[in-house]
């Protein structure tokens, strides 16, 4: 099995990532037998991505050469960075929705929001707008709001639903866990999109 070299432990460590997070990241799982002899699927405990720290087991030698440094990772690092604060964003504001019984904590809100802008405008600097209340395809989220494309259409990308003249992209949905991996459940839903924008076309 593969180890993280000790330059991809230095980077992760410099960000303080350690490789037990760096594992969850990479969001593999393995199959187990319980006691009932049942199989399950549980996270695995052990690195199985490439030495260099890619979560792709053949980064070396194909993303880069031997020796060459990483660009993976880097990205990877930022990636998981953007999914933690959406995570805790999502969180923010649903307890800044529900205060008082419902009728919201307007302060906690607006300071959201403002989260929110932040990381709208860092990873996503086409958009046009965004909001945390719209509902896409029955699924809550951040979302965002964008032009058609250069010639007047719009995608069908699974999230996506025509708005105005271009359309509302989510951009995370709710029931995704900090590491940014979906449920089961949503896992379902995001398939059966998929299949009615087959059908559709
Ligand atoms: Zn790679
Ligand atoms: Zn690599």
Known sequence: MTKLNSEARRILADAGI?????????????????????????PETEWRGDECGCSDDRCIG???????ECGCLP?????????????????????????????????????VWSRTE?????????????????????????TATYPP??????????GATPEGDGYRQQLWTEGTDPNGHISHERARTMFSQGEENGSGN
């Open 18 to 42: 350690t490789v037990r997070d760096w594992i969850a990241y990479g969001g593999w799982l393995k199959e187990m037998t319980d006691e009932a002899d049942e199989r399950q699927w549980v």
């Open 75 to 111: 990205v990877l690092i930022e990636n998981r960075a953007k999914d933690r604060e959406a995570y805790d964003i999502w969180q923010a504001y649903r307890t800044a929705v529900e205060a008082s019984d419902g009728r919201g904590d307007q302060d906690a809100y607006d300071a």
């Open 149 to 158: 494309f250069p010639n007047g259409s719009i995608p069908d990308y699974v």
């Open 118 to 142: 932040t990381w709208v405008r860092r990873h996503y600097p086409r958009a046009l707008t965004f909001s945390l209340d719209a509902v896409v395809k029955g699924e809550r989220g951040i």
């Open 62 to 68: 194909f993303h880069h050469d031997e020796g060459e």
